[in-house]
Each structure stands twice: as structure tokens, then as C-alpha cells.
């Protein structure tokens, strides 16, 4: 059984972990300290869910986003990082963030995240370099309200302009890599999140 959202009621938090009351079944899921800090016990939430499976164990890793959970997946497919440093990373800065430090190869981004060291990090931005970034499970990001503020709005992937941005530069014929680059170049230059306007920026970072 694969678990890949949960919603239902915070009923405890301990310093790693959240416990989601789903109609009186208690699920255990680790989380990170940004996410444990926005729940409260009672809070109705909504959290998306990876789920992994060893011959030992089965253990719930919680997110307030489904682009997070993706990133977390993909950040493991780089070898030395297992769930606990992707988890780190992700407590320490956002996807968004994250994206840009691999287009521009900017490894001390990723040091900000307890236990990663400059040598780690600076292999997860070599073999995450010119790949496109991760999807949610059925192609797109699935979206839910933030976790513990019933009342929010429907949260949108904070990576989404950027990555259509870099799939509209490749379809024009430019290298993953260099689209992502450019792109991540002209969101921090310009502090643009809109499609038109970082296509319109990064083609100018691609001219010169």
C-alpha cells in the first residue's frame, strides 16, 4: 500500500515527526522543522506523502507540498543522499531556491541544510546539472490546501513559471541547461515569476 496524501487532524507533533488523525486511524510521518512549525494540535490539514518501503519498515515522509515531495524524490537519485539529508535540504530552503542553485551550480545554497557538507553538495548540483526538474506522480503537481491553515488558499507549485519558462526555451532549441541557467539568472536578476516575462529576460541572458 502506497500512501501519497493524507488529510485529516493534527494530533501530535514531536521534534521530526506529525501525527495525522485520519478518521481514527493515527499515521506517523516525518517532517521537517519549516512544516512543523506552520501545525498545531486540532489544525485540519492536508499533507502529501511519500511513502518508502524496506524489508524492515515502512516509514511516511510528510510534506506541505507535492512540488516538495517531487524534490525530495529526485534529490535521492544523487548518490549519498538518503531521505534524512534530502529532508535537511528541504527544510533549509525552498524548491525554488533549490532549482536555481543547480542551474547556476551554486553549491553553498545547499550547505545551508544540516549535515550537508561542500562536497556533498556540490555533487548534488553536478549530477542534478541539465536535468529537467521532477513532475508530480500523474504528470503535473497536485495541489492542496497549506498544511495547517485550513481556510488558505489552493497553493501553486513556486516552481512552475520557471519550469515552463525552461520547456519553452528548449522547444526554441536550447540546451536544457543552458535554458535552466538562464532562466534562474533572469528570475533573480528581475524577481519576475510571471512565463512571458522570464522567457523574455533569460532569451537576453542567452544573447549574450
Same mark, same amino acid.
Given at each position: 500500500?502506497?500512501?501519497?496524501?493524507?488529510?485529516?487532524?493534527?494530533?501530535?507533533?514531536?521534534?521530526?515527526?506529525?501525527?495525522?488523525?485520519?478518521?481514527?486511524?493515527?499515521?506517523?510521518?516525518?517532517?521537517?522543522?519549516?512544516?512543523?512549525?506552520?501545525?498545531?494540535?486540532?489544525?485540519?490539514?492536508?499533507?502529501?506523502?511519500?511513502?518508502?518501503?524496506?524489508?524492515?519498515?515502512?516509514?511516511?515522509?510528510?510534506?506541505?507540498?507535492?512540488?516538495?515531495?517531487?524534490?525530495?524524490?529526485?534529490?535521492?537519485?544523487?548518490?549519498? &543522499? *538518503? @531521505?534524512? /539529508?534530502?529532508?535537511?535540504?528541504?527544510? %533549509?530552503? !525552498?524548491? #525554488?531556491?533549490?532549482?536555481?542553485?543547480? =542551474? +547556476?551550480?551554486?553549491?553553498?545554497?545547499?550547505?545551508?541544510?544540516?549535515?550537508?557538507?561542500?562536497?556533498?553538495?556540490?555533487?548534488?548540483?553536478?549530477?542534478?546539472?541539465?536535468?529537467?526538474?521532477?513532475?508530480?506522480?500523474?504528470?503535473?503537481?497536485?495541489?492542496?490546501? &497549506? *498544511? @495547517?491553515? /485550513?481556510?488558505?488558499?489552493?497553493?501553486? %507549485?513556486? !516552481?512552475? #513559471?520557471?519550469?515552463?519558462?525552461?520547456? =519553452? +526555451?528548449?522547444?526554441?532549441?536550447?540546451?536544457?541547461?543552458?535554458?535552466?541557467?538562464?532562466?534562474?539568472?533572469?528570475?533573480?536578476?528581475?524577481?519576475?515569476?510571471?512565463?512571458?516575462?522570464?522567457?523574455?529576460?533569460?532569451?537576453?541572458?542567452?544573447?549574450?
Amino acid at each position: 500500500m502506497i500512501i501519497g496524501r493524507l488529510t485529516g487532524t493534527v494530533a501530535a507533533l514531536g521534534a521530526d515527526h506529525v501525527l495525522i488523525d485520519v478518521n481514527g486511524v493515527g499515521y506517523v510521518c516525518m517532517a521537517g522543522a519549516r512544516l512543523l512549525a506552520k501545525l498545531q494540535a486540532g489544525d485540519e490539514t492536508v499533507l502529501h506523502v511519500e511513502t518508502r518501503v524496506t524489508e524492515n519498515s515502512i516509514t511516511l515522509f510528510g510534506f506541505g507540498s507535492d512540488e516538495e515531495r517531487a524534490w525530495f524524490v529526485r534529490l535521492q537519485d544523487v548518490h549519498g &543522499v *538518503a @531521505g534524512k /539529508a534530502a529532508m535537511a535540504i528541504l527544510d %533549509a530552503i !525552498t524548491p #525554488a531556491e533549490l532549482m536555481d542553485s543547480i =542551474a +547556476l551550480g551554486d553549491a553553498s545554497v545547499l550547505t545551508r541544510a544540516k549535515g550537508v557538507g561542500k562536497k556533498l553538495a556540490e555533487r548534488i548540483t553536478g549530477e542534478l546539472a541539465g536535468k529537467p526538474p521532477p513532475l508530480g506522480r500523474f504528470g503535473k503537481f497536485e495541489t492542496a490546501k &497549506v *498544511a @495547517g491553515l /485550513a481556510s488558505a488558499p489552493v497553493a501553486a %507549485a513556486t !516552481t512552475g #513559471a520557471r519550469s515552463e519558462a525552461i520547456s =519553452a +526555451l528548449v522547444n526554441l532549441g536550447y540546451a536544457q541547461a543552458d535554458a535552466a541557467r538562464a532562466v534562474a539568472s533572469a528570475a533573480k536578476e528581475t524577481g519576475d515569476e510571471e512565463v512571458g516575462a522570464l522567457i523574455k529576460s533569460a532569451l537576453k541572458e542567452l544573447a549574450r
